[in-house]
């Protein structure tokens, strides 16, 4: 087995190691979109969310979403890291032919909040939890992870116009803005900068935060609000491999056995720095 990271830079090295394994085993693509929020969910899996592992009266800690769902590798990963999923098992059978880890989260599995995969539902449904445990009482969060891309759904902006106008402190909407989306950049596909004012102008609580910046991610990731707060984490597309990173082929380039050794030392120089 291997032993939990000890440190937040160790949690996301982990994460990333277990990204590149995971695509390596399943030739598979989106790795650019895993890397991209590798820190951000080391953060959030190192000690921003609560009762992981559930509450003493056996009801569940704060939920995550992650809408962008073909980023499951790194979810799956992170899972591994806090000792939910077994990091052997989810590199045998991520993406493969009968395989227990899906290119896109299912909820059936161990720490899986919602299914995702099509893109613009997550922050509905995390509107609805959220909206449940203020109902309930619990003092749970919810947090949900959206693509910057993924901001194209119009379905993103009905949830977050009714989560400003309920005013829901309970919701914490994360942004992975690395700038790239399926088709391209997203400023040239549909612009929709000032993400920051167009957020506050519905009434949330809007912080900016580098998205590699682990001691900044970690204040503006914990920090409350009375407001629906969103978090737009300015990101590298492939962050920590050198070859991949900020670039539109990060989404679709499959690893081959044959980048595994330039993979894995990219990952070392990146944890050296
Ligand atoms: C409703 C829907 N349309 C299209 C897709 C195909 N698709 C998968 S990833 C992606 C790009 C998403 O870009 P972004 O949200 O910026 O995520 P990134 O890959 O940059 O992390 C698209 C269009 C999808 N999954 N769902
Ligand atoms: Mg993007």
Sequence with gaps: MTPAPTSVAARAHE????????????GSCHIGSALSIADILAVLYGGV????HGRPDGSSGDRFVLSKGH???AL????????ILDPHDVVAGYSQDGGAYAGHPERTTPGVTTSSGSLGHGPA??????????????????????????LNEGSVWEAIALAGHLALPELVLVVDANGWQGLGAVADVTDLEPLDA???????????????????LGTTLAAAAPRP?????????????????DTFMSHYRSLRPADRE???????????A
């Design 15 to 26: 994460i990333r190691r277990l990204v590149v394994e995971m695509a390596l085993a399943a």
């Design 49 to 52: 969310l609560r009762d992981l």
């Design 71 to 73: 980023a499951a590798s």
């Design 76 to 83: 799956y990963a992170a899972l591994a890291t806090v000792d």
């Design 125 to 150: 449904l995390a509107l609805g939890l959220a909206l449940a445990d203020r109902e309930d009482g619990t003092g749970r969060r919810t947090v949900c992870l959206v693509g910057d891309g993924e």
């Design 198 to 216: 167009k957020l506050a102008a519905f009434r949330w609580d809007v912080a900016t935060v580098d998205g590699h910046d682990l001691d900044a």
């Design 229 to 245: 707060r969103a978090v737009i984490a300015r990101t590298v597309k492939g962050s920590g491999l050198d070859f991949m990173e």
């Design 262 to 272: 330039r993979a894995l030392a990219s990952l070392e120089r990146r944890r050296a």
